[in-house]
């Protein structure tokens, strides 16, 4: 199982980002798909998540009404569109697969399978 993330970058506040998953050797549909942060000195967090149907999706506080969560199960790819980015925004950001239904898709332990990481960096 593979999870290729990219799109990270530099970026001003204020600006956009749009982040990439690729997946292969899972059967995507059947996964919920979550991306998390990890700031340096932080410990990992969430930031959002889809069902593998992208009927449902979640959101931390932290970045409601600024990224959108979306999949495109033809292609087996997750992607995070990132607008108003703020300096604190600025960490490595990872996907994440989790087989199945489940609650606890915050929690970065309940996930399968994990990406690389892409480093975004958001200057004030």
């Known amino acids: 199982v593979q999870l290729q993330a990219s799109g990270g970058g530099l970026v001003q506040a204020g600006g956009s980002l749009r982040l990439s998953c690729a997946a292969s050797g899972l059967a995507f549909n059947d996964y919920g798909m979550a991306w998390f942060r990890q700031a340096p000195g932080k410990e990992r967090e969430f930031v959002a998540f889809?069902?593998?149907?992208?009927?449902?999706?979640d959101y931390a506080d932290s970045v409601k009404g600024r990224f959108t969560i979306s999949r495109d199960n033809a292609k087996n790819t997750v992607y995070l569109q990132m607008n108003s980015l703020k300096p604190e925004d600025t960490a490595v950001y990872y996907c994440a697969g989790q087989w199945g239904y489940s609650t606890n898709y915050y929690v970065p332990d309940s996930m399968d399978y994990w990406g690389q990481g892409t480093l975004v960096t958001v200057s004030s």
């Open positions: 889809i069902r593998w149907s992208a009927t449902s999706t």
